[in-house]
């Protein structure tokens, strides 16, 4: 079989706040881009998010710590595009940068959680995600999608049945990929710190001793 040409080896980027990063997040990165073939797959930490309280950690320290995180593992990156632009992070923007710098024919994938999911509606311009990137869904147990509504419609409309098709279009698609769940998460770490406990095993040891480092969470 011939290798896919360049142009369609996806790239994926994954947004989140990382506040801090952990395993949950790695782990699902590294099977995403084993399950969906990726040359690479960016996680992007959101500067200032639109939807939710300002994180707990300055966004240059949330960076740092996922630049730790992904040191030696050539499939992941740190992507700090968001920190460089003023204001809001819209995912949007980022997506256009993204396709500019990529090319119109590169295959580009943003990821996101349910949560995200069941949130979409109040994304700034959410409809027009798909015409720069397609979409990959990460299941949770536990989590539902909208079963109604305008983003229930965008979900049916788009689907993709199978991961091959990120490869055969650069953008417009929606895949749904079920992962290892572990059942992790930044708010149960910060949780634990501030409780002067510890979330050792949880995250990597580097981004435990960047925190403890900085003082950050307690
Ligand atoms: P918080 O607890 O502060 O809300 P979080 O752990 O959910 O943080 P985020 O930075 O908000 O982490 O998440 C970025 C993305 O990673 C989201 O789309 C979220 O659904 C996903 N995610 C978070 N934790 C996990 C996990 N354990 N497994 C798979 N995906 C996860």
Redesign the pocket.
């Known amino acids: 079989m011939n290798p896919a040409p360049a142009a369609l080896t996806p790239v994926g980027v994954?947004?989140?706040?990382?506040?801090p990063?952990?395993?949950?997040?790695l782990?699902?990165a590294l099977e995403l881009v084993e399950h969906l073939g990726l040359q690479q797959l960016r996680l992007m930490?959101?500067a200032v998010p639109p939807h939710?309280e300002l994180?707990?950690c300055a966004a240059a320290h949330r960076a740092a710590m996922l630049e730790l995180a992904v040191a030696g593992e050539p499939s992941l990156a740190c992507d700090s595009r968001e920190l460089r632009r003023e204001g809001v992070s819209y995912t949007i923007d980022s997506l256009v940068e993204l396709r500019e710098e990529l090319g119109e024919g590169h295959s580009l994938s943003l990821?996101?959680?349910?949560?995200?999911v069941q949130a979409l509606a109040t994304w700034h311009r959410w409809q027009e995600l798909l015409d720069w990137s397609h979409v990959v869904v990460?299941a949770?147990p536990g989590w539902q999608f909208p079963l109604t509504g305008p983003v229930a419609d965008w979900l049916h409309r788009y689907r993709l049945a199978d991961a091959s098709e990120l490869r055969r279009r650069p953008n417009g698609g929606i895949l749904v990929e079920e992962?290892r769940?572990?059942?992790?998460?930044?708010?149960?770490?910060?949780r634990l710190l501030a409780e002067g406990r510890s979330p050792r095993y949880l995250l990597p040891q580097a981004v435990l001793d960047y925190i403890e480092a900085h003082n950050l969470y307690h």
């Open positions: 994954f947004g989140g706040t990382f506040d990063v952990h395993y949950g997040h782990r699902s930490p959101c939710r994180p707990a990821v996101m959680g349910c949560d995200a990460i949770r992962l769940p572990l059942a992790i998460s930044s708010t149960e770490i910060r």
